[in-house]
């Protein structure tokens, strides 16, 4: 199956530093997300970003499909986006898997 | 509001017992998935499901078990046979018709004693 490769593991962050999240995947995708865990647990949706850049707030989000790599920008940190980072794909002409990512644990310190 | 809900939040239970976990959606979305995360790890797919009454396995759909009798439901048992049920699980959907984007329900959190 398609495997999806996710760094650094782990990141500390001073508050108003920026940072970038990579994922690699081992094969074509028609899908890819990118989400943030809370402390409660709960997957918030950043980027629905199969292709291409787009951008929300401090938050922006690149896919080179043809190199198969996405990336996560976060920009002037706050202690509000701490929690784990997940890049999720699918592969292309299935509906079924959605495979994750091991996550970027990042934490923001005031 | 348009959601996923999942009940309950947290759930305790004496091992040996069978436990249902509800997943409920109003987005219309065809198809509903199934993951457990163990504490510091990614997410795992048990089943999925495209339309009613027809479902598939994940990647680790050993011990438990799924319905699908109609489309804004997709329950998820426990059963006895899973050997380590303690875990965070989560349900998901996407409409099939759509940019296939998938949400997420907020959780429940299954603790075995």
């Known amino acids: 199956g398609i495997q999806v490769e996710q760094s650094p593991p782990d990141l500390i962050l001073q508050e108003g530093a920026n940072s970038t999240l990579r994922c690699n995947f081992s094969?074509?995708?028609?899908?890819l997300q990118w989400f943030h865990q809370n402390p409660w647990g709960q997957l918030i949706n950043l980027f629905y970003?199969?292709?291409g850049t787009k951008q929300n707030g401090r938050l922006s989000a690149t896919t080179v499909a043809t190199e198969r790599y996405s990336l996560l920008y976060i920009s002037s940190s706050q202690t509000t986006d701490s929690g784990v980072y997940f890049c999720?794909?699918?592969?292309?002409?299935?509906?079924?898997?959605?495979?994750f990512g091991a996550g970027t644990q990042v934490v923001v310190t005031p | 509001d348009g959601g996923i809900t999942q009940s309950p939040k947290y759930l305790f239970r004496k091992e040996g017992q069978n436990v249902t976990l509800s997943c409920e959606q109003n987005?219309?979305?065809?198809?509903m998935y199934w993951y457990r995360q163990d504490p510091g790890q990614g997410l795992r797919l048990i089943y999925y499901s495209q339309i009613v009454n027809d479902f598939q396995k994940g990647d680790i759909a050993e011990g438990y078990s799924v319905s699908r009798e109609k489309k804004e439901s997709f329950p998820l048992t426990v059963t006895s046979a899973q050997k380590n049920p303690t875990a965070f699980y989560l349900c998901a959907s996407v409409g099939l018709g759509g940019t296939g984007e998938l949400f997420f329900g907020e959780g429940s959190r299954l603790t075995v004693l």
């Open positions: 987005l219309n979305h065809d198809a």
């Open positions: 094969d074509s995708v028609n899908n």
């Open positions: 970003i199969p292709s």
């Open positions: 999720a794909v699918r592969v292309s002409d299935s509906w079924g898997k959605l495979q």
